[in-house]
């Protein structure tokens, strides 16, 4: 086996117990932090206003079926 690959696959593994809704609004916020925020105050500005959406769904049906990846989506949004 390559000398990364036994950590990738471990990354991976631990990255797919969380809803993808969350992955992804946390792959928008990190692309719009390192390309288009001139500051601070903008990228969390943006994060704010447009990715909080998505995570309050995915925390209220998780809500509702008692989903154990509620915790981080809950705590993501508690931020704000």
């Known amino acids: 086996m390559l000398p990364g690959l036994g950590q990738a696959i471990n990354l991976a593994t631990s990255l797919v117990k969380f809803p993808q809704e969350c992955l992804?609004?946390?792959r928008v916020s990190t692309y719009n932090s390192?390309?288009?925020a001139n500051s601070i105050e903008e990228a969390l500005e943006f994060e704010q206003n447009n990715l909080t959406?998505?995570?309050l769904q995915v925390s209220?049906?998780?809500t509702e079926s008692?989903?154990?990846f509620s915790g981080y989506c809950?705590?993501?949004v508690a931020v704000f």
């Open 24 to 26: 992804r609004a946390d």
């Open 34 to 36: 390192a390309f288009n």
């Open 53 to 55: 959406a998505a995570v």
């Open 60 to 62: 209220c049906i998780q």
């Open 66 to 68: 008692e989903c154990s």
């Open 74 to 76: 809950i705590r993501f």
